[in-house]
Nanobody
Framework: QVQLVESGGGSVRPGGSLRLSCATS????????MSWYRQVPGKGLEWVSG????????PYGDFVEGRFIISRDDARKTLYLQMNNLKPEDTAMYYC??????????????????RGQGTQVTVSS
C-alpha cells in the first residue's frame, strides 16, 4: 500500500534551516507528482509547493518568498523540502502528499490522493 513517511522536522531558531524528507513506498514514485503542505492547529491546509514528474516545480506559496526549495530523488523514492531562513510563522505540521497524476495544476493543487502523517516544525527563539 502507499506509504508516505515524513522526517526532518524539529525545533530551530529564527533564521535557521531544516531539510524535510518524505520517504515513499507502495507506488512508482518517478511517475507521479508530489507536494508539500503545512497546517497550524485550528487552520486549514496551506499549500507549500509541488513538483511534477521530471522535476518541474509548481509555484510556491506566497509566504515562501524564495526561502524553500522542493526537490525529488526518483532513485531514492524520496521527496525533499529544504527550508532556509525560517521564521516563527513557519511553525506548523508539514505534510507530503501524492498526486495520482504526472503534473499538478495550480487550480488543483489541493487535489492530492494520499498524505503522510506529518513532521512538526517549530521555529522559536
Amino acid at each position: 500500500q502507499v506509504q508516505l513517511v515524513e522526517s526532518g522536522g524539529g525545533s530551530v531558531r529564527p533564521g535557521g534551516s531544516l531539510r524535510l524528507s518524505c520517504a515513499t513506498s507502495g507506488f512508482t514514485f518517478s511517475t507521479y507528482a508530489m507536494s508539500w503542505y503545512r497546517q497550524v492547529p485550528g487552520k486549514g491546509l496551506e499549500w507549500v509547493s509541488g513538483i511534477n514528474v521530471g522535476g518541474e516545480t509548481t509555484p510556491y506559496g506566497d509566504f515562501v518568498e524564495g526561502r524553500f526549495i522542493i526537490s525529488r530523488d526518483d532513485a531514492r523514492k524520496t521527496l525533499y523540502l529544504q527550508m532556509n531562513n525560517l521564521k516563527p510563522e513557519d511553525t506548523a505540521m508539514y505534510y507530503c502528499a501524492l498526486h495520482l497524476s504526472s503534473t499538478i495544476t495550480w487550480e488543483l493543487r489541493y487535489g492530492f490522493d494520499y498524505r503522510g502523517q506529518g513532521t512538526q516544525v517549530t521555529v522559536s527563539s
